[in-house]
């Protein structure tokens, strides 16, 4: 959004109004950062506590679906159009990463809390949206996907796709929804732009480009351009000197110097401005916005925006009234170091995937970029586990979710190119100190994607290529009709089957995606392979090589000391309990030295246990922690119970983690497709995506859930019920009136009683999963996971002090 560029729209009275029925039959093109920002930002519908809880919006899937149906009925067909991968940018500043007016809401906000004052901390919270839009991405495109909702990734830019489709010679939308910065294109002029709509009332507010030029003095289209950007929009902040003035100070000065360059040329030695580097920025800008590249219709191929519609289409367009005709741009005229703006060309391909909802932007914009930004956590990530969490388990080990995705996406691109290009990771607790120069940059650390133990993953796990009729004939055999981590490791489980699945390993070198490499495929063994043609076989072939890349398998495909575990975890638990993803997860926690019952940094946060001694807290904040991996079955409505910082702090660790594996997967399929291991031309692309695992994030609902319920259960009883006592009317009255306590407390949780229930049975299964890791480590077996004793006492400890106070006694 340009800045303050909408209060000046509303005081010239230069915004309309028309009810919705105008846009009746036609293709409404909308902009899904836009239209987040207003559902995340709106008094009516924005969820402040997620702040506080973690996860995602509870409410949002409902909102979305309600104003699909809207426009449903007044026959509007919408086309969504996501963001795509970043623009080139320098590395952060100080102020690049960490956030300290967001972190200070947040510490205010929970000391209010603290306090018991509810209301200041909802009202604290209000003025700032929490929810990162790319955390709701696969949800957005699973709501597209049940509702036939059309939709396109953009290559970078949502805007220029959006003017792209709309004026395109076959007009594949009629009208744009979407932020200002639709409007600045000066090749494709938007003539109107749609800021908001109004679904309740069925109207819709608009804005005419032609009366706003007309309105600030027939401005030309390059100084209208230049005013927004100096003004502050989506992809410059605003220009430092005229921030006193707003609006009217940056009029006045494009106006008087006739252009945005020569307007800023008098400050360029202003210590704010060269701290920013803004003049780069500001040039950076322009060419991002007149040179744009699209994804073309016809072809599937990424131009640049003014190559990408025809000659007369453009001119036919073009200000007649106002403005002269816009001059045609040729492909002699666009720069040859557009790479410096928007990244590396990568193939035509990779972006077609991409706008497909195959794999996510976000991964592939760490490779085109040569930067992982990792901004603070809810919680503001003080601790200093979670920073070597971050920093060594998610980011930087050979091992790490995030390198080794990076080694598979460059690995199928052009290895010696991207193979080499440096990858470092910019962390919110590395900035400069407040004593450094104001223009200090943070110091980036390398991500080892192209180290060898990193590749070495890569090149193990090519070994499975697993037919069709060997995953038909598993799900035969297992009885089910999933594919899922149990169906992958069933298939495993003995040395019989496992056999099957194995296949002659190919280095990942000797495969490549370009086609004149591909015809030596037959000498390196791969082309006698069939290439995966059913989703279900691509699906279950990539959470394979999933679980092999993770260390869960042998060699030869048997299991391994973490598949035991999490077989033995998914066997102790109901199938309808869902719980495979969070015993995966807790697999890895465990493996990673953070699923146990200790402080964050000997701090006690709130929110944590409340009773009894600091043994029987420990057990207490253990139990809390393992139950908040289950997402929570909940209504269509926003957070209403107890919060907890110290789940929170927790809730960090887990966020990350499901994230970085979720890229991980997207990798996977990836390298499988580029590999020509699957057929490569397909439509299912996002059908593919949306069987993979870790789909969304939880919240700390379930953690707060079990808290309340054992905080009455001790309280009612006057003391945690001890084995043997379980048996009594006291304990068993003690246990339903807590149960009653949960359901008063909890009323956006659909059946909180059975939720209780299907809590302590994850325990359950968690606990079977420890059991068979330590059990392993005893005997000693090769390549087992190694547990702490300590951790593996804390969870037996935990059972011991939890079991007589388990809803139904055993």
């Not at 836009?34 to 409410?59: C, D, I, K, N």
């Amino acid at each position: 959004m340009i800045r303050n560029f909408e209060a000046y729209l509303t005081e010239r009275k230069l915004i309309q109004t028309c009810p919705l029925s105008a846009l009746a039959d036609t293709r409404l093109g909308i902009d899904l950062p836009h239209y987040l920002r207003h559902l995340l930002s709106s008094p009516a519908t924005r969820e402040p506590l997620v702040a506080t809880t973690g996860g995602q919006p509870l409410a949002i899937t409902s909102l979305i679906e309600a104003d699909l149906r809207s426009l449903e009925k007044l026959r509007i067909k919408p086309v969504f159009v996501c963001p795509g991968l970043p623009l080139a940018k320098r590395p952060p500043g100080k102020n690049g990463v960490d956030t300290p007016r967001e972190n200070g809401i947040k510490r205010e906000a929970w000391e209010n809390y603290e306090e018991g004052k509810v209301d200041e901390t909802v009202k604290l919270l209000e003025g700032t949206v929490w929810t990162e839009q790319r955390d709701l991405f696969r949800l957005v495109l699973r709501i597209f996907r049940h509702r036939s909702v059309e939709f396109i990734v953009a290559p970078y830019l949502t805007s220029a796709q959006l003017v792209y489709l709309q004026k395109h010679q076959h007009g594949y939308i009629h009208s744009i929804y979407g932020s200002h910065e639709a409007l600045l294109y000066t090749n494709s002029t938007v003539d109107r732009l749609i800021l908001s709509l109004d679904l309740s009332a069925s109207t819709l507010k608009f804005v005419n480009k032609a009366q706003v030029l007309k309105d600030l003095g027939n401005l030309s289209e390059d100084q209208f351009l230049d005013i927004a950007l100096l003004s502050g929009s989506e992809l410059t902040p605003s220009f430092p000197p005229f921030v006193p003035g707003g609006w009217r100070a940056v009029f006045d000065a494009v106006k008087g110097f006739k252009s945005g360059v020569t307007a800023i040329s008098p400050f360029l030695n202003d210590p704010a401005v060269k701290e920013l580097g803004y003049p780069d920025l500001f040039v950076r800008a322009r060419c991002a916005i007149k040179f744009s590249f699209v994804l073309t219709a016809e072809e599937g191929r990424c131009t640049p925006l003014p190559l990408s519609l025809p000659q007369q289409h453009s001119q036919h367009h073009s200000h007649s009234q106002h403005q002269p005709h816009q001059s045609i741009v040729s492909a002699s005229e666009i720069p040859n170091d557009l790479h410096e703006v928007f990244s590396n060309r990568l193939p035509d391909e990779i972006y077609f995937q991409i706008s497909r909802g195959l794999v996510s932007p976000q991964l592939i914009g760490w490779l085109t970029s040569g930067m992982i930004v990792e901004q603070p956590p809810l919680d503001n990530g003080e601790s200093t586990e979670f920073r070597r969490f971050i920093q060594e388990v998610i980011t930087e080990g050979n091992t790490s979710p995030r390198c080794t995705a990076l080694a598979l996406v460059s690995s199928v691109l052009n290895p010696t190119f991207w193979g080499k290009k440096p990858v470092l990771a910019y962390y919110y607790f590395n900035t400069p100190t407040s004593n450094s120069p104001p223009n200090a940059r943070i110091v980036g650390r390398p991500v080892p994607h192209n180290d060898k133990q990193t590749l070495a993953l890569i090149d193990r796990c090519v070994g499975w290529h697993v037919p069709c009729l060997i995953v038909e004939e598993e799900l035969r055999r297992q009885n089910s009709s999933t594919i899922d981590f149990a169906l992958c490791l069933g298939a495993t489980s003995e040395e019989q089957y496992a056999a099957r699945t194995r296949r002659p390993k190919v280095p990942s070198s000797a495969v490549s995606s370009n086609d004149k490499d591909r015809e030596k495929e037959s000498k390196d063994g791969s082309a006698h392979l069939k290439p995966l043609e059913k989703k279900d076989e691509i699906v279950t072939n990539v959470i394979w090589r999933f679980l092999d890349i993770r260390g869960f398998f042998n060699q030869n495909h048997t299991h391994g000391t973490l598949a035991q575990a999490l077989h033995t975890g998914i066997k102790a638990s109901r199938v309808n309990d869902k719980f495979q993803e969070p015993l995966y997860l807790a697999l890895e926690l465990i493996r990673a030295g953070v699923l146990h019952g200790d402080l964050w940094s000997g701090k006690a946060w709130s929110g944590g246990p409340s009773f009894g001694t600091d043994s029987e807290k420990a057990s207490m904040l253990l139990v809390m922690r393992v139950l908040s991996i289950v997402p929570l079955t909940f209504k269509n409505q926003q957070w209403s119970g107890p919060l907890s910082r110290e789940l929170l702090v927790f809730n960090s660790f887990l966020k990350s983690l499901s994230r970085s594996l979720r890229h991980l997967l997207e990798a996977v399929s990836l390298h499988m497709l580029l590999r020509n291991e699957a057929r490569r031309v397909r439509e299912d692309f996002l059908d593919i995506s949306l069987s993979l695992p870790f789909q969304t994030d939880v919240n700390t609902g379930f953690g707060i859930l079990v808290k309340v319920y054992l905080d009455a259960t001790i309280a009612i009883y006057g003391n945690a019920v001890q084995a043997g006592e379980e048996g009594s009317d006291e304990a068993k009255e003690a246990k339903k009136e807590a149960l009653e306590v949960v359901e008063d407390n909890f009323v956006g949780i659909k059946n909180a009683r059975a939720e209780v229930e299907r809590g302590f049975r994850f325990w359950d299964a968690v606990l079977a999963a420890v059991r068979s890791l330590a059990a392993s480590q005893s005997r000693k077996t090769p390549n087992n996971v190694d547990i702490q004793k300590h951790v593996v006492d804390q969870f037996e400890a935990a059972d011991k002090w939890l079991r007589p106070m388990l809803p139904t006694a055993p």
